[in-house]
């Protein structure tokens, strides 16, 4: 479908990453803005060069957890970060998810040494707790997890016959809600709630957008968004639209898209100054959001990237 779309706009608020004339119109693709003004907040971070980490925002702090590490850092303020423990029950894992749910913060799934299904939460970051050894979903790595209608909802992953979708009302009873094709060998996605819905963004090289209000029957939106194929991306909510932000389709990339209603998307950097990456973490914190750490084509990061 070809949608019009409007030249570019100013941004009212920041936008900030840790780690002009309209285009042709393809599935409303629009340019770069020309007002994004980009400013490094930390090249080294304390917690080092890394990826497949999680990230979350928790007690008006930002946390970094592992990253084939056993490690939890914080920070008020993307620059200044504590060690919170570097021996987290959950051993070195990467590749997990991690959200904020009933205020407390989980991590689950993930590889150490293997996928795992395995349920931790914790109140401060130092002290973790077990909630299930063996979630009612298989092992996996790289899935997206969200907190949808007070719920934990757990949504595709590595490596196989991952198209069930699963809920739980407390990390260790889970229900089965839907079984979706699509999400079949579906991992490195990412994954947000926008107006009153979940919403899925690529994955394993595709580009499409699948959207649900209730978690049984999903919609595709879009089955080619004009980003490129791609996985290892981030996705948050922030100025009222999704923002999709780098990752790679075979390359790292350093290009951020948003959307209102994820057919039309506005390319608001097609190359970013921050080095291109994937295998990223990114959060809205302080009306602002921020990328962490990542892989560029094999090297890892530890730089926190600012857009004023």
Not at 143 to 165: K, T
Request: charged share 20%; proline share 4%; with cysteine.
């Amino acid at each position: 479908m070809i949608v019009a779309v409007e030249r570019s706009r100013l941004l009212p608020c920041a936008l900030c990453v840790m780690g002009g004339l309209s285009l042709p119109v393809h599935q409303g693709c629009a340019a770069d803005d020309p007002h994004l003004e980009w400013e490094i907040v930390e090249s080294d971070a304390s917690w080092g060069p890394r990826a497949q980490h999680t990230s979350l925002v928790f007690e008006d702090r930002i946390w970094v957890i592992g990253g084939h590490a056993a490690d939890v850092w914080s920070s008020p303020d993307g620059r200044t970060w504590q060690l919170e423990t570097d021996s987290a029950p959950w051993g070195d894992r990467s590749q997990h998810a991690s959200v904020v749910f009933c205020g407390r913060m989980w991590v689950l799934a993930g590889e150490v040494g293997a996928s795992r299904n395995d349920v931790w939460s914790s109140a401060d970051g130092r002290t973790w707790d077990l909630v299930t050894s063996a979630a009612g979903w298989s092992e996996r790595i790289s899935p997206v997890v969200l907190v949808f209608r007070d719920r934990l909802w757990v949504i595709g992953g590595c490596c196989h016959e991952m198209g069930g979708v699963k809920s739980s009302q407390d990390g260790e009873n889970w229900v089965f809600e839907s079984y979706v094709p699509a999400f079949d060998e579906r991992s490195n996605h990412a994954g947000v709630v926008f107006d009153g819905a979940m919403w899925i963004f690529g994955g394993a090289g595709r580009s499409d957008v699948w959207r649900s209000t209730d978690g049984a029957d999903w919609e595709q939106v879009t089955p080619e968004a004009p980003w490129s194929g791609r996985w290892s991306h981030s996705a948050e909510v922030f100025d009222g639209r999704m923002w999709i932000i780098a990752g790679t389709d075979g390359s790292a990339q350093g290009d951020v898209w948003t959307s209102e209603d994820a057919v039309t998307w506005r390319l608001v950097e097609s190359a970013a100054p921050w080095t291109p990456r994937a295998d990223h973490t990114s959060v809205v914190f302080e009306n602002h959001v921020w990328i962490i750490g990542g892989t560029s084509d094999g090297r890892l990061l530890a730089d926190v990237w600012r857009l004023q």
